[in-house]
């Protein structure tokens, strides 16, 4: 393949993963949902948002809706998309799609893939921030939701992130 700036002929590498979704779910009573569960690729036991991938022929939010009710047993009155990353782009092509759902109640139980071990907790999201600050939430892509989802609250302080000087891009 060609790079199409400059011409030059290489062999890239693409892996072809199907586009994944992350639910931001806030129950009635404001607490929002999130999961523990066993990650391979660190060997340990991580806290995370309800997530999957989205099948084909399938939206991202009909695929948040669906992963919610599966991982958790939660069902939302309300969705909305809040957000999108490449989660890198230098050699994946899929789409990390953040959702919010709002109005959360357990309507079932967890109806879990075999292998899967997935335990709810409910957590007020004044505690993200510190869950985050001492390595508890620490998946990037979770970290990504969350932050449209801060950011949608005006709960970033973009005049403090920027400092006293202002980038151009």
Not at 145 to 154: E, I, K, Q
């Amino acid at each position: 393949m060609s790079h199409p700036v400059t011409g030059h002929r290489r062999t890239y590498y693409v892996l072809d993963n199907p586009d994944f979704i992350n639910v931001i779910a806030l129950t009635t009573e404001g607490q929002i949902v999130l999961i523990r569960q066993w990650r391979h690729g660190t060997r340990e036991i991580e806290l995370e948002l309800p997530a999957g991938l989205v099948d084909p022929g399938e939206s991202p939010l009909e695929a948040a809706r669906r992963e919610l009710l599966e991982e958790t047993g939660y069902a939302a009155e309300t969705w909305s998309l809040i957000g999108s990353v490449k989660p890198n782009p230098a050699y994946q092509v899929n789409t990390g799609w953040s959702t919010l759902a709002e109005g959360c109640r357990k309507v079932a139980e967890p109806s879990l893939d075999d292998g899967e071990d997935i335990e709810v907790v409910l957590v007020d999201p004044a505690e993200i921030p510190g869950l985050v600050r001492d390595g508890t939430i620490r998946h990037s892509l979770v970290l990504c939701s969350l932050f449209w989802w801060l950011d949608g609250r005006g709960g970033i302080d973009w005049g403090r992130v920027r400092g006293s000087g202002s980038a151009s891009l």
